[in-house]
Structures are given as C-alpha cells and as structure tokens.
C-alpha cells in the first residue's frame, strides 16, 4: 500500500501565494511513490476554538471529518502563510480542533500519532515566512508529529512561479523537492515500522 500524504495550505485566499507553493509541492509529490490528497480548509469551516463552545455544542463534524482525513494519512504538507511572524489564525484554529479528536463514529481516532510533517511557507517579503516555519513546526512537535528538518521559504512570492505555479528558482525548487522526498521517506519508513 503506498504512502499517503495530506496536503493542504494555511490560507484560503484567492491568489494565495501559500496555496501556489501548495500546488508546486503537490506536483512534486506526484511524481514520488506516494498517493497525494490536496484539500482546501474553505471546504471545513471552523468555529473559532471556545473551550466553552467544545463543552456545550461538542466537536464540530468538519474537525471530525479533518481528524479522520489526518488519520487515515502517513503524512502531511502544510504550506502557510506568515501572519504579524506566525501562523496563519485559521491554520491554528484548524489545527487546535483537529487535537480535541479523539474518536468518531468508527471508534478511535488519532489524527497526530505516527505522522510526519513537511513545512513551507511564502511571502512577498525577502524572507519567505520563515519565522512562521518554527512556530508551525513547534506546533506540531507539540501534538506528536514528526516534522522533517528539510523545509522551504519563498520570498519575493509575487515573481517566485510561472504561470503553472511552478517555482522559476532553480535553487528553491531543489529546495521544496528536497523536502517533499524527505516527506515521503520518512513517512514510508515509519508507516512500515
């Protein structure tokens, strides 16, 4: 059985430079030994996380559905955006949610354990977002998850990809197949043991 890595971006905005690097990752991952599921958080709309809300209204089904979606997943790649040096609020919220799951109607669910992670981010500034990859990596090492140390920032995002969202850097687009192998390796390794 191969590999399957969940993919999906941190921002849903139109144009998103975030969800373009998505796309250029996600078709690296094709050409790889693993099966890709890209979605859009648009189509799982969270409340904003309320301990109280938990406790009155339970978990919402889109946190439930996105908990199986991660469980039934070896890995995962998240490209996001940097909001004011962190994560995107609606990366975070969905990510907060997805921790409360802890079963569904088939019994146990664990959305974290055993996975591992890929990061990437975008920006139009020089820098690429790269104080978002070390909250964003802090985050998940905080739920179990192992990220990969190969990641990727792409600065100046406005002139980074063509017109099929490919990266024209030839330097940054070794960088993100770098990342997307090391994804699919170490989730594979860790899914066999």
């Not at 409340?47 to 209204?57: A, M, Q, S």
């Not at 920006?123 to 990969?148: C, E, K, N, Q, T």
Request: hydrophobic fraction near 40%; proline fraction near 4%; aromatic fraction near 6%.
């Amino acid at each position: 059985m191969q590999t399957k890595i969940l993919a999906f971006s941190g921002s849903i905005r139109t144009g998103s430079y975030s969800t373009r690097l998505l796309g250029a990752a996600v078709r690296e991952l094709s050409e790889m030994e693993c099966e890709v599921t890209r979605i859009s958080l648009e189509d799982y709309p969270l409340p904003l996380y309320d301990g109280n809300l938990e406790l009155e209204k339970g978990i919402p089904d889109n946190a439930t559905k996105l908990a199986r979606m991660f469980h039934e997943h070896d890995g995962f790649l998240i490209a996001g955006p940097e909001y004011n040096g962190s994560l995107s609020p609606l990366l975070k919220n969905t990510l907060d949610w997805v921790s409360r799951v802890s079963s569904d109607k088939s019994g146990s669910v664990s959305p974290y354990s055993s996975k591992v992670a890929a990061i990437c981010s975008s920006s139009p500034g020089a820098v690429g977002g790269m104080r978002m990859l070390g909250h964003l990596r802090d985050v998940l090492l905080s739920v179990g998850v192992l990220v990969v140390s190969e990641q990727i920032s792409v600065g100046a995002a406005a002139s980074a990809f063509d017109d099929l969202d490919k990266l024209t850097n030839e330097r940054q687009a070794k960088f993100l197949a770098a990342t997307c192998k090391s994804l699919v390796t170490k989730a594979t390794h860790l899914k066999r043991r």
